[in-house]
């Protein structure tokens, strides 16, 4: 059984980056992971900000078609991390559909990572506004990425170290 599912979307290349990192410390602290990248079945053009399309589906919350790759089966996740861009300052629509689709019914943990130029608040109104309520929500500044990684992962390796297993009272995870 898949212990952490990392559903992500990643369209200039940094949350993709962040995520495949989180994964091979993951498994190098022992923890199974998995890693499933979210696409919009239309990718949005160059450049972002001058983008009819990007502007609408983010400001009006628009939810827009998706795949997850390799497809992600829930059920299989004790703790899922959801990791994207803000836009317009709200996570990206890919994201937000993302969530919408698979987080209804889902009963585990769920982190919630969303990445930014600037690092605000964003993640905690994400989850109200989605409904969900994260073990852990962080928002990562764009420049953290590039010059700290290790204190970007730090929070979420503590969490997920501390995580119990479901009906052990004991154990962190193994």
């Keep these: 059984m898949t212990q952490v599912c990392i559903a992500y979307y990643s369209r200039t290349g940094r949350t993709k980056a962040l995520c495949e990192e989180l994964s091979k410390r993951l498994e190098r602290a022992s923890l199974r992971a998995s890693l499933h990248v979210i696409k919009p079945v239309r990718e949005y053009g160059e ?68 990445t930014s130029r600037f690092g605000k608040d964003y993640s905690r109104r994400f989850a109200e506004y989605i409904g969900v309520k994260p073990r852990l929500s962080l928002d990562i500044a764009e420049r953290s990425i590039r010059e700290d990684i290790d204190a970007v992962l730090k929070p979420i390796l503590s969490v997920l170290s501390k995580r119990k297993r479901v009906g052990e009272e004991d154990q962190a995870y193994s």
């Design 47 to 114: 450049p972002l900000y001058l983008n009819p399309r990007v502007v609408l589906d983010a400001l009006r919350s628009r939810d827009v078609d998706i795949v997850v790759e390799p497809p992600i089966s829930i059920n299989e996740c004790r703790v899922i991390i959801v990791a994207g861009p803000v836009w317009f300052g709200r996570a990206a629509p890919p994201l937000r559909t993302f969530v919408k689709r698979y987080l209804k019914r889902y009963e585990g943990d769920v982190v919630l990572v969303l």
